[in-house]
């Protein structure tokens, strides 16, 4: 069975799902996505985008705007 297509967003605030119908601002959303399921794994998606700015060297150079070092 085939799921609708459509606008779903991810509720940083309620860590549910939210359809074109979302009660929270674009503030509290992540989104957004095509289907309910990549909506269901926006958090996964960020954590894996992070690892991999974090790990790329052209943005960790440790230049200026980089932040403390550690």
Partial sequence: MSMPSGHFW?????HTVEGSDAACG????????ATREEAEQALEKVQARNEEWD???NW??????SGPVG
């Fill in 10 to 14: 991810f509720c940083l605030k309620h």
């Fill in 60 to 65: 960790n150079d440790r230049g200026p705007g």
């Fill in 55 to 57: 790990n790329d060297p």
């Fill in 26 to 33: 674009p503030a509290d959303r992540l989104g957004p996505y």
